[in-house]
């Protein structure tokens, strides 16, 4: 049974930092690339970040490039989000996802977290 667990969510004020981790398991995590999305309330899912199986491929959302940073170390089957310069837009639900294939769209993955709540005051 694949479970992917997400912590490190809080309040934080504007311009602060949270560092979100999400660790799985029942799965070769190895052999799955990692994506983080969040889901703001009342809108739609939205892509956050995704790293390949080795971590040498990175993609972010346009609107978060040099604020976030998407790392993994498969030696504890863990995938990290550094969130930094914070905004109260970037309050969101968090979650991670694992596929066996690297995507952009949550469509795509296979596999999800239940989700960090991330809230940002102004």
């Known amino acids: 049974q694949v479970q992917l667990v997400e912590s490190g969510g809080g309040l934080v004020q504007a311009g602060g930092s949270l560092r979100l981790s999400c660790a799985a398991s029942?799965?070769?995590?190895?052999?799955?690339?990692m994506g983080w999305f969040r889901q703001a309330p009342g809108k739609e899912r939205e892509f956050v970040a995704a790293?390949?199986?080795?971590?040498?491929?990175?993609f972010y959302a346009d609107s978060l490039k040099g604020r976030f940073t998407i790392s993994r170390d498969n030696a504890k089957n863990t995938v990290y989000l550094q969130m930094n310069s914070l905004k109260p837009e970037d309050t969101a639900v968090y979650y991670c996802?694992?596929?066996?294939?690297?995507?952009?769209?949550?469509?795509?993955?296979?596999?999800w977290g239940q989700g960090t709540q991330v809230t940002v005051s102004s």
């Open positions: 996802a694992a596929n066996r294939i690297l995507g952009l769209e949550s469509y795509e993955y296979d596999y």
């Open positions: 029942g799965l070769t995590f190895s052999r799955h690339a």
């Open positions: 790293i390949s199986w080795g971590g040498n491929s990175t």
